[in-house]
């Protein structure tokens, strides 16, 4: 049964990592085939906003609500008082960090900034999204959770086209972001309308306040983990012009489109992980996470070698100038993305184990590197410096995350 279920989550998680890359492929080759970098740029200007800031209103939570679901599931009445705790707790920090945008959008000096105004809604409705389909995935309603994941991708992405090909402004992007996560939220609630219920009036104080301990020192490893691969396109605008930090940007986005991949094998094997740990089986967690690391590996090589064969004949039919400097960028990139998929899939296997204060100095840590190693090569060697920043700083966290997790298994004295 639980083959039959790890085949099944696969399968779904494929179909759903293939569309999401397919939209993303649609949308980056598309607008920069039409020519219309500047709405790619904007948009990316918004999509960073979009994912930094719904990791600040999630405050955590969506890691600490799968652990305990996963550990607690099939108890609907703990899972009820998990999730709906949850849910509380985040319809505050999300609140607070939507109004704390909308307020800034009136004194930010930015052609966009008038468009944040609206993001700031889509990100309240981003952070609730975030903690559902945890819950979604803690369940073990995968194949809801992957075609949720897929449906956001494939309205985003049809909104966007739908305004740029209305001929609306770079501004009106924002509502497709809006767009995007009402119809989501709407469809999560429907799916957790048993769990859910009158969060406000039903949420246990014992389990907020577990969510708000947890979340709070996990909040630093889930702000860093996404922007990561953003860091370097923020420096580099401070170095380049426009036109080149487009050309990353794209760059960029192919990387992180790759990495989720690694990603979604993350959100399969975290509730194994977590119950392994839990009932303390540690040939178990060796396995399993072993397992996973070399699927991830696998297959993210295969799909990186064949985006490295494509690449070049993708940049020839679109004519952009600078192709070859495109083409080393991203085989630059592309060495670190094999290398950190090997470790995505463990990525928060130092929260599970019970640290989550490790779990965020570890990204942290890399992170700095990474900041580091970008002021070093980019005021001499540009894009490719940046390029070459990121990727030495995956290799840092393949290499220091297993010694961690290694060290600290093995002091784990309920495990034997």
Not at 184 to 205: Q, S, V
Request: proline content about 3%; hydrophobic content about 55%; overall charge positive.
């Amino acid at each position: 049964m639980s083959n039959r279920l790890s085949v099944s989550n696969t399968s779904w998680a494929a179909i759903s990592f293939g569309t999401q890359a397919l939209m993303g492929l649609i949308l980056n080759f598309g607008l920069m085939w039409g020519n219309s970098q500047e709405a790619l740029g904007s948009f990316n200007f918004y999509y960073a906003f979009f994912v930094l800031l719904g990791q600040a209103g999630a405050l955590g939570v969506q890691e600490t609500s799968l652990k305990h679901v996963s550990q607690h599931h099939p108890d609907d009445v703990t899972v009820k008082d998990i999730s709906r705790s949850a849910m509380g707790l985040v319809s505050m920090s999300s609140g607070l960090v939507a109004f704390c945008l909308f307020v800034m959008s009136f004194l930010l000096d930015h052609v966009l900034a008038p468009g944040l105004r609206q993001l700031a809604l889509a990100i309240f409705l981003f952070s609730l999204n975030k903690v559902g389909m945890a819950i979604l995935n803690g369940r073990h309603h995968f194949k809801s959770f992957a075609l949720l994941q897929a449906l956001r991708s494939i309205l985003l992405v049809c909104s966007v086209y739908g305004i740029v090909l209305s001929g609306y402004t770079n501004v009106h992007l924002s509502w497709a972001f809006l767009f995007t996560e009402t119809v989501l939220f709407c469809t999560i609630f429907f799916l957790l309308l048993k769990d859910l219920g009158h969060w406000f009036r039903n949420a246990p104080k014992k389990w907020r306040d577990l969510h708000f301990a947890d979340g709070v020192r996990l909040l630093p490893h889930c702000l860093l983990s996404e922007a990561f691969l953003r860091i370097d396109v923020l420096m580099l605008s401070f170095f380049v012009n426009l036109e080149i930090l487009g050309r990353y940007s794209f760059v960029a986005f192919c990387a992180e489109g790759i990495l989720q991949l690694p990603y979604f094998i993350k959100n399969m094997v975290t509730p194994q992980l977590a119950r392994h740990i839990f009932h303390g089986e540690r040939t178990e967690i060796h396995r399993t996470a072993l397992k996973a690391s070399l699927i991830s590996l696998s297959l993210t090589l295969v799909l990186t070698i064949s985006l490295t064969i494509l690449f070049p004949i993708g940049l020839r039919m679109m004519g952009l100038t600078g192709a070859q400097a495109i083409y080393d960028w991203w085989k630059i990139l592309a060495i670190g993305v094999v290398i950190y998929s090997i470790t995505v899939p463990v990525e928060n296997i130092l929260y599970l184990l019970g640290f989550p204060k490790l779990q965020s100095v570890f990204l942290a840590a890399i992170t700095s590197v990474n900041v580091f190693l970008n002021l070093m090569f980019i005021p001499d060697l540009g894009a490719g410096g940046a390029a070459m920043a990121t990727t030495l700083s995956f290799l840092s966290g393949a290499v220091i995350l297993p010694v961690m997790a290694f060290i600290l298994l093995r002091k784990q004295t309920r495990l034997t």
